[in-house]
């Protein structure tokens, strides 16, 4: 979707590295989502934000951070991935506008594998 | 906290005839219940989405059912075509949307020609 953007759109990374991630709306919603996608779990919430330096955990935050310091940008850090995080990472947003109230808008998604 | 089960998880249809997709959640606090579409490659699309105070929604071939006795929704695709084909995700939340998802696990549906 043209109002969100995530980078990178692929990553392979070493074990025990630091990783970030980062989604860019031109949205200017309030809330935003990072969700991973693993074959047989559907997505699941990592972590999200209600508003600038508003964050709280989802279900599976553990090995996971975010920050917040714009409307536009939530950024994801792996603090020290492991084989467990390759995973498709996907960041989320919503708002309301004027056409149409609630639901998310995904980005396209960032493949990572931790080798 | 919220926990929503998709069935089934693969589905194959003859093009031209319907697709049921069926969830169920646990939360009946749970009020806004959106199905997204996603192609390969790509992230999910909301593409039809109904909330608490409403039985059926529908929007041209597609149409979602709430049953909240039950606490099940389902989807509904009629004359299926080729784009169809793709995974599809149920989600729920307490709130209309601006609120966290909890995700089914998803289904997998093939459109044969």
Redesign the interface.
């Known amino acids: 979707d043209a109002g969100i953007t995530q980078s990178p759109r692929h990553k392979v990374t070493e074990t025990g590295t630091p990783v970030t991630l980062r989604c860019h709306q031109t949205e200017n919603h309030r809330y935003m989502y990072w969700y991973r996608q693993d074959p047989g779990h559907g997505l699941r919430l990592i972590h999200y934000s209600y508003g600038v330096k508003d964050t709280d955990k989802g279900e599976v935050s553990d090995g996971y951070s975010v920050s917040r310091s714009k409307t536009e940008d939530f950024l994801l850090t792996l603090e020290s991935a492991t084989s467990s995080q390759t995973s498709v990472y996907f960041c989320a947003i919503s708002g309301t506008t004027g056409r149409r109230m609630g639901g998310y808008t995904f980005g396209s998604g960032t493949r990572l594998t931790v080798v | ?1 919220e926990n929503v089960e ?1 069935h089934p998880s693969t589905l194959s249809v003859q093009e031209g005839d319907s697709a049921v997709i069926k969830c169920t959640y646990s939360d009946s606090a749970s009020n ?1 219940f ?1 199905w ?1 579409k996603q192609e390969l ?6 593409i039809i ?1 109904i909330r608490s105070n409403v039985g059926e929604k529908k929007d041209q071939r597609i149409a979602v059912t709430l049953n909240k006795t039950a606490k099940h929704f389902s989807l509904h695709i009629t004359e299926t075509q080729p784009e169809d084909s793709a995974v599809y ?1 149920c989600a729920a939340s307490i ?4 609120e ?7 289904t997998r549906l093939t459109i044969i020609p």
Request: charged share 10%; net charge positive.
């Open positions: 906290g998709q806004y959106p997204y490659g790509k992230g999910p699309q909301l989405d995700f709130g209309f949307g601006n966290k998802l909890t995700f089914g696990t998803g």
